[in-house]
């Protein structure tokens, strides 16, 4: 009988979009805004999210398009969050602004992601509230993502021109998982708990938006 490995399982579709959208707009993810009293704060400013330029047309000037709920799950504060869209005058693109903190292709914030999948403390108070259970459906979902092969994850870090994440991914095996990788980048830039997983998806989304983390 053969000891070759199988190979690794396909990527879910989800993960790596090989065929750009054909929308005009999308998401701007705001990666200083860390947490939700900051978020709150901007929203309360009418340039607090104003993007500086479209990033389909570069035109200067974007208007409010409008607010939108947004339900949180297993929160162990209160359950919803509201965010802005902003419209390009020029090209009429319309932009989701998401602070950090708040995860892109998830109904939860990266804190609850991270605390699930590593128990890591998301908050100092964290003893003090009590965090609603992650269903179990939900949480298989997840660690299939976070224990599969990194290979292009690494790619796209390795690539970015950024010294310490491209080191950070470079010191991984072949077979890396996502796990090891996120663990990586925390040993190279000290990232806090419970924010590493927005960080490492925030610059993997700016820097190639067809590849997910989770």
Known sequence: MSQDRLPPPELE???????????????????????????????????????????????????????????????????????????????????????????????????????????????????????????????RRWRARWLRPARFVAQVLTSCGEATWAAAAGTLAPAATCAELVAACVRATMTAAGMALAVVAALVFRLQASVRLM
């Open 13 to 139: 579709a989800c993960l790596v979009r090989l065929r750009p959208s054909s929308q005009k707009g999308g998401t701007i993810i705001v990666e200083d805004v860390t947490d939700l009293a900051t978020h709150e704060r901007r929203l309360c400013d009418p340039d607090g999210y104003r993007p500086r330029f479209c990033p389909t047309c570069r035109e200067t000037t974007l208007h409010v398009h409008d607010y939108r709920e947004r339900v949180l799950r297993a929160e162990p504060g209160r359950p919803t969050i509201e965010t802005v869209r902003h419209e390009c005058i020029s090209c009429e693109a319309i932009w989701q602004i998401l602070p950090l903190f708040l995860a892109r292709c998830l109904w939860r914030t990266w804190p609850v992601v991270e605390r699930t999948m590593t128990g890591a403390a998301a908050q100092a108070d964290e003893g003090s509230r009590r965090w609603p259970k992650v269903p179990e459906r939900t949480q």
